[in-house]
């Protein structure tokens, strides 16, 4: 029996130290009657089975039937109808993969892949003083970590520094005083860092420095990076109800989502493992743990079709079901909460009490990260009847775009419909009154919900399939705002014009 477990171990440890030397690029070359052709593997085992892909000058094909077996391998290719059968060993740190028509192997070489953690980062600590921020250059070499700390103070290098995976740490000498930091690279491109300054836990997030901008300290050294990605559009969304989402997620909006859509998490997600202040692919729910799809899923998806590949779309959401827009007014709120019901002054303690302070202070953790390109609503249903909401709105609008430093011009704010008479809505009437925002905001625009289907027997929720089409239909305004041309899908949108 002994001899038994033994063996079994050996090929779990056999078949997982293959799976880490295989896994990832090879390149190599293949010669053909008109010269060499490169040619790339992505390698990827699973246990006994190997998937991936092959790229060359004529474009990528994925592998099929991929087995492993020991330290060999082999799987298919389908090159215009014709399987193409491979036979490959991973031999002495190389790939050698043989084609039936071939003499002898090709030999493939892995790609060196540079460690994610490796560049300039950049995160913000608060101090007696007020903010510092703070600019880290980390540079991997197999387990050990070297870099530096900049900030005003000056630059100083990091020493002690290991890596085990995505987890890294490092001590900075600052005045003497020796400070110990424990780091994780999180998926998304965020490092989390925990350090203990007298007895005090101090926790930060790290996000890329992409653009740099040259700043003198007090004795005229240039040190801080300043980071903000042009090319990440971030979109701000609030309402109520039917932006956090009716609860029902269908299992086709949980699948292919397209990973150049990210999602700040306002509130920490235990079973996703989400925590608040972190970037993740946005697969529904967005706003909370409880809720449901709401427009800003398939905004955010048809936004990244139709965008150029190199720009991702971020949104951040924070929503109170059954809330009056007053919730959301900066000076007035209070009073308004103070009189709602247990179940929504649960809601509002999720947001420390104030819905609007918590967007504004998520809206300015996600300009860490890019850029705030408009503002998405839906809201009216608790205020049907109320002609003044036009200007309530206004007001909310103006308070985002002085808190933000944002220009109107360049930040339009798209409101959607509620349920529509279509679909039996049940404050349909309001409508009238959303219809006559861009009267009172002139960068502002309202989105049809004509024929974006609605829940029995209340019909104040839109379905799953409502809000897939109307989310769409807030993605086609803004990306003709934004004089991108509109690919239809299956969801086509109606017009939704600045009436």
């Not at 769409?472 to 949108?493: F, I, N």
């Amino acid at each position: 029996m002994k001899t038994l477990i033994t063996v079994f171990l050996f090929l779990i440890l056999s078949i997982s130290g293959f799976a880490q030397n295989l896994d990832g690029s090879w390149k190599g070359k293949m010669s053909t009657p008109n010269g060499d052709m490169d040619l790339t593997f992505t390698f990827k085992v699973n246990e006994d089975s190997l998937n991936g892909n092959v790229t060359s000058q004529m474009g990528t094909l994925p592998l099929e039937n991929g087995k492993i077996n020991g330290n060999k391998f082999s799987f298919d290719v389908n090159v215009n109808g014709q399987n193409i059968h491979h036979t490959g060993v991973l031999d002495s740190g190389i790939v050698k993969l043989s084609l039936p028509w071939m003499e002898k192997p090709m030999v493939l070489n892995r790609i060196k892949e540079e460690s994610k953690i490796n560049g300039k980062w950049i995160g913000t600590v608060s101090g007696p003083q007020g903010d510092m921020e703070l600019v880290f250059t980390f540079k991997v070499k197999g387990d050990t970590l070297t870099g530096t700390d900049s900030s005003s103070i000056g630059v100083i290098d990091l020493t002690n520094g290991k890596v085990n995976g995505n987890n890294f740490s490092f001590d900075i000498n600052l005045q003497g005083m020796n400070i110990s930091h424990k780091c994780k690279y999180i998926p998304g491109d965020t490092i989390k860092v925990t350090a203990d300054v007298m007895q005090r836990k101090i926790v930060m997030n790290l996000t890329r420095a992409v653009k740099e901008v040259v700043h003198k300290n007090s004795t005229g050294t240039d040190t801080v990076t300043f980071h903000k990605d042009k090319n990440f559009y971030i979109f701000i969304c609030f309402g109520q109800s039917n932006m956090e989402g009716f609860p029902g997620i269908e299992p086709q909006d949980t699948i292919n989502v397209n990973p150049r859509f990210k999602v700040l998490a306002s509130v920490d997600f235990p079973k996703l493992g989400r925590e608040k202040g972190q970037w993740y692919t946005a697969v529904p729910p967005l706003c909370r743990p409880s809720t449901g799809l709401c427009p800003a899923d398939y905004f955010g998806r048809t936004m990244v079709d139709n965008l150029p590949k190199n720009i991702k779309v971020g949104v951040v959401v924070v929503a109170v079901a059954g809330c009056k827009i007053e919730l959301f007014e900066k000076n007035n709120y209070k009073a308004y909460a103070d009189t709602a019901p247990g179940w929504m002054k649960n809601i509002i303690k999720k947001y420390d009490g104030d819905p609007y302070q918590y967007l504004v202070d998520m809206a300015k953790l996600a300009q860490k990260s890019g850029v705030i390109k408009g503002i998405l609503l839906h809201q009216g249903e608790s205020n049907t009847g109320d002609k003044n909401w036009p200007q309530k709105v206004k007001g909310i609008y103006d308070n985002l775009i002085k808190d933000l430093n944002l220009k109107a011009d360049n930040v339009p704010l798209l409101a959607g419909e509620v349920v529509n008479a279509d679909e039996q809505g049940a404050c349909a009437s309001m409508n009238k009154i959303i219809d006559k925002l861009p009267e009172t905001i002139p960068n502002s625009y309202v989105i049809s919900s004509a024929g974006c289907q609605s829940r029995s027997p209340y019909h104040l929720h839109f379905t799953p399939a409502g809000y897939r089409k109307l989310g769409t239909r807030y993605a086609d305004k803004m990306l003709s705002l934004m004089d991108y041309k509109v690919t239809k899908t299956e969801l086509e949108s109606t017009p939704a014009e600045n009436k």
